[in-house]
């Protein structure tokens, strides 16, 4: 261990890395259903939106990759599909633009101080400029203006601190630092003659850090396991962290995800014994960043209830800048990646949610109360039924409701430890469930199954099966894939549903086998891995973000830099359209008003984005255009 460079490690290589768990090379069950695994995937790999509710369930019945080709010809991608990229910086589709809206360190107000290209931005204006490593992000239409509110989910201590020399934090202001550069940015933005530009000193300008006052709502707001001497009442907290993915609701509020939140959380007592609580979510005597150091409220020796308040869904809303952002206790508690809120038949709102780590769960919470615009909306995510996917080997699952009869467990414990609740009821293990995406012209919903390298070699850290399972169907699975699902009576709020796989990432220039080249709709001109963030557009197109090996080279030649593609869920087409710097993950997609204009955020370039050589490298978000300003999408 002592070999291993830690500031380097992505969030889940770190969690292995402090938290390893004991090797299995033999499950009990691998796959019992009376399908083999190439008969398996023959029969729940369909591209046809409906596929599985219309009884597609044999090989005869899906699209081959001729007619998926013949498909294309005839597809409605308005765009010609662009090669990989290996480089250090954009590419998008012939006829099609890209600009720089806002970078991290750029400002809000203009009483920040200037960025500087080798030192950064002081303290004093670290919570005043537009934040680090930017996520998920949705716009959102104020009267006449344009907000747009996005995530900034961790940061690059050598690059945020370099005054430091490693990206140790050697003070209280280094920390503060580092807090101020995560979190939230709500943001006014606008359409000049020189493009698209964030509107410093609007109103609506806000950042949400990691010392922003939050209230706890739900359940288990005011739980002793949520009570500190700093807030005896356990109904406020500070901060939100890790921010991930994003949603938004009917009533045009900001849904914001804390995901690895446990890396901030560290004991300066190494003789700490943690609870079994603390195992189960990855929290460790050794934190990321060291804010343990200097700030005693993430020393976990002395404020053991702290973590038990991260890792929830956040609401926000981004027309009120006066407004306390709420941490939403009934939408459970874990690695929160995503949002996606839909409303059921009967107005109830159904909140979709993935745990993104490997083996964890996909989650779906409905409200008990319904959504009548204009009446009063605060409680409807406070009050509902949270449930976890159980998904079986034959195309059919249920949500199964986190009950206590059902788990064992109070109606508070199971909001604060969803994880342990979803173990006990035998839930499936997914292979880092990230983002879900709701289809707003069709029935149903689809997740980014990441990549899950222990499938089928070692549980989860509940000690869950994580053997080969129906919609995680590949062994050491390095490629990832995307699971479809369709809810019964057309109806979100349902307990069951049908499931098919969109696509199996793969490929197929290195393999043979129809396991790891990915399914037929995945050829060299359009292969990828590691599906993570995605989005529909408004025409039921869904846009696919990638975070996975850009090294170009061995399982991943030809793949080049990280991506975004666009699949058709009707004909299963997927193309091309856009590829980001050397060493950035493409995450978090919104549109403007008029669908005009595309927003994309690019995340932890290694290459020198966006301002060259010998300059610190920044994350962003850029806007996208076609040339001649027709709609995108």
Known sequence: MTDINKDELSWDEWDELVRPTEEITEFDRVVDAGLSRRGFLGGLVAFGSGAAVMGLGTGASLMTSTSVQAQAASGRFAFAPVGIATDATVHVPEGYIWDILVKWGDKLFSDAADFDSETGVPVASSGRVFGENTDGMELFVVGDKQVIAVNSEYVNPKINLPHTGDGKPQSADDVKMLQNFQGVTVMEVEEGADGWKVVVDSPFNRRITHNTEMRISGPAAGHDLLKTDADPTGTKSLGTFNNCGAGKTPWGTYLTCEENFNGYFGSTDDTFERPDDYKRYGISNESRYSYEKFDARFDISKNGNEPRRAGYIVEIDPS?????????????????????????????????????????????????????????????????????????????????????????????????????????????????????????????????????????VKPNAGGDDTAVNGPNPREKNNYGQIVRWYPANDDHGASAFKWDLYVMAGNPEVHGDSAYAGSSNVNAGNMFNSPDGMMFDSSGLLWIQTDGNYKNEGDFAGMGNNQMLVGDPVTGQIERFMTVPYGAEVTGVTWSADRRTLFVGIQHPKAPFPDGDGKLARSAVIAVKRADNALIG
């Open 320 to 456: 009120n800048p006066d407004s306390t952002p709420v941490k939403r206790t009934a939408l459970g508690r874990f690695k929160h990646e995503n949002a996606a809120c839909t409303l059921a038949p009967s107005g109830q709102v159904v909140v979709y949610m993935g745990d993104d780590e490997r083996g964890e769960f996909l989650y779906k919470f409905v409200s008990n109360g319904t959504y009548t615009p204009g009446a009063p909306t605060d409680g409807l995510l406070d009050d509902g039924q949270l449930y976890v996917a159980k998904f079986a080997d034959d195309g059919n699952g249920e949500w199964v409701a986190l009950t206590p009869e059902a788990t064992g467990m109070s109606k508070e414990e199971i909001c604060i430890f969803s994880r342990m609740a979803a173990s006990k009821v035998g839930a499936t293990t997914m292979d880092r469930p990230e983002w879900v995406a709701v289809n707003p012209v069709s029935v149903e919903a689809y997740c980014a199954l990441t990549n899950n390298k222990n499938r089928g």
